[in-house]
Each structure stands twice: as structure tokens, then as C-alpha cells.
T-cell receptor, first 117, second 114 residues
Framework: AQKITQTQPGMFVQEKEAVTLDCTYDTSDQSYGLFWYKQPSSGEMIFLIYQGSYDEQNATEGRYSLNFQKARKSANLVISASQLGDSAMYFCAMRELQYNQGGKLIFGQGTELSVKP | GAGVSQSPSNKVTEKGKDVELRCDPISGHTALYWYRQSLGQGLEFLIYFQGNSAPDKSGLPSDRFSAERTGGSVSTLTIQRTQQEDSAVYLC????????????FGPGTRLTVT
């Protein structure tokens, strides 16, 4: 069975510094996708970044990058130059890729990030 | 364009009553998902619709839960004979046929069963 583990319930970071949020996963599938979502206190889930299991390069989206280490089964999110608006809950998620179609996401328990001014 | 919309945003119901939660996906998205978010259980998958295929109902917690998707667009999640443990935020998401099939979420419906 697929499983996502986020071991940091809460993290603090100083504004303008970089922060790494940890995510490890467990799957026996060869094809899978890894996602990070942000959930501010308002409640909406915001898609941040995606990494496919066959992608050789780490994904980047603006200030977000995904440090993908396949052999270690880790998919850490790096946020550079933290901003006060980055304070939120962050979820790592995984989906099995099959038959060129979507599928359910398995989520970790989340990490609450607080950015200090 | 418009995102995923859900209604109502909040629903308070008495134990034993039936409730219906609605989701309007992003136009053109072929896949639609329902998840539940609660303090004790985190984010749980409930059900997934993909085009005209049979839905993946593997996450529905009991036979009191059902969902349908009409015309490949709007979806309704129905909970019959609600229980207090059904209290949660119900999130709907949709995805297109992009290579990553990333899911875009609606604002959720907060259900409180008293």
C-alpha cells in the first residue's frame, strides 16, 4: 500500500530564509507522481509542484523546488526566500500513475509552517 | 477561468438526517474527486470519477455515503442518516488530461452533525 510520511508537524523559518519540508513515501509501484499542496488558514488547497517518478530533473516552480531522491524515496519541498504569506499547512501527496489517467491522492499528515518577520 | 465550486460552504444538520453536497468542477476537466478532511483522520480519499468509466468508490467509509456525477460535470455527494463522526470538511477536486493530472480543489463544505 502507498504511504506518505511527513515527520515535521510544525516548522518555523525566518522571513527571507530558505526552508525544507520533509516528505518520504512508500510504494511498490514504478510509476507514480508526487505533489505538494499548500493549505492556508482560509482552507483552500493550492497545488504547488509536481514530480513524476521518471523525471530525472528536480521540479521547480518559482520559489518552490522539489528535492527528489528516488533511491531514498524522499520528495522534500524547498521554499526559497520565505515570505509571511508562506505561513500555512503543507501537504505532500502521491498518486499512482496508470493508464494515462488520473487517480486518488494519498496525503501525508502535513507540516505547519510559520514564517517569522 | 472559474475554479472548482462547492455548495453549501457550511452545513449544520441533526444526527440521522440526510445531506447533499454539491461540486461544480472546472469546465473541461474529465476527472472529479471527493475527499474528506478531519482533525483525527487527515485527508482521506472518498470517491473518484473519470469520464464514463465506473467510479472508484474504494474510499467510501460506509454504505451511507454515495455520489453521482451527472452529464460528466456536476457531482453530488450524499450522506444518509448522518452521524457525528461524519463531521468534517468535504473537499472536491477536478483534474484535466494534463501529463501530471494535478488536482485543483474547491473551497470545501464544512459539515457539522449535531
Amino acid at each position: 500500500a502507498q504511504k506518505i510520511t511527513q515527520t515535521q508537524p510544525g516548522m518555523f523559518v525566518q522571513e527571507k530564509e530558505a526552508v525544507t519540508l520533509d516528505c518520504t513515501y512508500d510504494t511498490s509501484d514504478q510509476s507514480y507522481g508526487l505533489f505538494w499542496y499548500k493549505q492556508p488558514s482560509s482552507g483552500e488547497m493550492i497545488f504547488l509542484i509536481y514530480q513524476g517518478s521518471y523525471d530525472e530533473q528536480n521540479a521547480t516552480e518559482g520559489r518552490y523546488s522539489l528535492n527528489f531522491q528516488k533511491a531514498r524515496k524522499s520528495a522534500n519541498l524547498v521554499i526559497s526566500a520565505s515570505q509571511l504569506g508562506d505561513s500555512a499547512m503543507y501537504f505532500c501527496a502521491m498518486r499512482e500513475l496508470q493508464y494515462n489517467q488520473g487517480g486518488k491522492l494519498i496525503f501525508g499528515q502535513g507540516t505547519e509552517l510559520s514564517v517569522k518577520p | 477561468g472559474a475554479g472548482v465550486s462547492q455548495s453549501p460552504s457550511n452545513k449544520v444538520t441533526e444526527k440521522g438526517k440526510d445531506v447533499e453536497l454539491r461540486c461544480d468542477p472546472i469546465s473541461g476537466h474529465t476527472a472529479l474527486y471527493w475527499y474528506r478532511q478531519s482533525l483525527g483522520q487527515g485527508l482521506e480519499f472518498l470517491i473518484y470519477f473519470q469520464g464514463n468509466s465506473a467510479p472508484d468508490k474504494s474510499g467510501l467509509p460506509s454504505d451511507r455515503f454515495s455520489a453521482e456525477r451527472t452529464g460528466g460535470s456536476v457531482s453530488t455527494l450524499t450522506i444518509q442518516r448522518t452521524q457525528q463522526e461524519d463531521s468534517a470538511v468535504y473537499l472536491c477536486a477536478s483534474s484535466s488530461d494534463s501529463p501530471s493530472y494535478e488536482q485543483y480543489f474547491g473551497p470545501g463544505t464544512r459539515l457539522t452533525v449535531t
